[in-house]
């Protein structure tokens, strides 16, 4: 329907000029189109879709193809209709970015309805790998350059440029869409201790070397070493830690700390521990009026843990920039503009897409500040 036509003196039609009427919006995107354009190695676990040397994983019941191809049409759908200019700076960060080929796919719609302003933010651990470099070049190329890559979401804050920061630039820049897929780059292999209960807690981060970049220590406790080592080298390869007894303490942008701890008797005796050893931490903090740091509480935990081994309890201690962490870091961090961030999630085929809002926070097995 076009509700500008008019009606002049001599009851003739005025009809708006054609370059003022809406451009056509591209056809979604088909599983078909997909299939056609892509290659596919598969096992009997899952699958492995590539174009041009970028990728995503599949599985019927974690990340179908139908699935990913709704959410790639949601995501455009939405921007199509929410910012109709097409010379408005977007810009795109996407949190697990791993092989590209969903944002690939999402940047060809964009370009596909004549979006002109298009800047991509992506973000992977993995990406210190140098094996990543040729996608990331791939990718870069087929979005005329316009993209950083960061291994963290606390890599992407803390960049600079010229006397401010990226991500204030990008706050101001324009819009903002958070794209957040989990699983972020491959399907999560178990360590050990499979199947996830109300009294486990799950845990998956590779590790980092760099207060700057990490957002989170895992804390293990137990008293077999050799299951520990274990543990914590398979989280190193990334896989995922399914674990009673420990805890994850998470740091967000304005250095407070949250502790998040299975629901269980040997959970909760050691979220009431770190928590009595942290507070003496914070209430030093909130007198000198100092920020809480990572790497102020890493030596906290150092401290706690040479009173449980004196007991005969083994430890380990693990800095890791943790997924949940991250996309909880990312939705406060552009959280209080005027034009609120847009957040699009596909989890294991459960798609999510709504602005900066009511339900912004992660929700673990259980949290306390």
């Known amino acids: 329907m076009l509700s500008s036509i008019g009606i002049n003196d001599a009851g003739a ?3 708006p000029r054609q370059d003022t009427l809406p451009a ?4 979604p995107l088909t599983a078909r189109h997909v299939e056609e354009e892509t290659d596919l190695n598969a096992d009997d676990q899952h699958a492995l879709r590539g174009r041009n ?8 019941e974690i990340a179908s193809l139908d699935a990913r191809i709704t959410f790639i049409n949601n995501v455009t759908d939405r921007i199509f209709h929410t910012i109709p200019a097409k010379d408005t700076p977007i810009t795109l960060i ?3 970015a791993g092989g590209l080929l969903t944002e690939a796919y999402i940047h060809q719609r964009l370009q596909q309805a004549n979006y002109t302003n298009i800047a991509w933010r992506i973000i992977d651990v993995l990406y210190s790998d140098k094996f990543y470099n040729k996608f990331l070049k791939q990718f870069k190329d087929e979005v005329g350059g316009h993209c950083r890559a960061f291994t963290t979401e606390q890599a992407y804050f803390k960049k600079a440029i010229g006397s401010g920061s990226l991500v204030e630039d990008d706050k101001v820049r324009g819009e903002i869409i958070v794209l957040a897929i989990n699983p972020p780059t491959t399907f999560k292999d178990s360590v050990v201790k499979p199947g996830k209960s109300a009294e486990t807690l799950e845990f998956f981060g590779m590790p980092q070397s760099d207060y700057n970049k990490a957002n989170a220590i895992f804390l293990l406790l137990g008293r077999d070493k050799s299951l520990l080592d274990r543990s914590v080298k398979g989280l190193s390869e990334g896989k995922t830690l399914i674990w009673e007894n420990g805890l994850k303490c998470c740091i967000d942008n304005n250095g407070k700390h949250t502790l998040i701890y299975a629901s269980s008797d040997k959970g909760s005796k050691l979220f009431a521990a770190v928590s009595k050893h942290l507070s003496y931490s914070d209430n030093m903090d909130s007198t000198t009026g100092l920020k809480n740091t990572l790497e102020h509480i890493d030596k906290r935990l150092d401290e706690f843990l040479m009173i ?3 007991d005969g309890i083994i ?8 997924y949940d962490a991250s996309l909880l870091n990312l939705k406060d961090g552009f959280a209080g503009r005027s034009h609120p961030a847009l957040f699009a999630s596909f989890d294991k085929n459960v798609i999510e897409i709504k602005n900066q809002g009511a339900e912004t926070g992660i929700c673990p097995l259980q949290t306390a500040n």
Request: proline residues 3%; glycine residues 10%.
């Open 94 to 96: 996407s949190l697990g």
């Open 13 to 15: 039609a005025n009809l």
């Open 24 to 27: 056509a919006l591209p056809a």
């Open 308 to 310: 449980v081994e004196s």
């Open 315 to 322: 430890g380990r201690k693990y800095l890791t920039s943790d």
């Open 53 to 60: 040397g970028l990728f995503w994983f599949e599985s019927k």
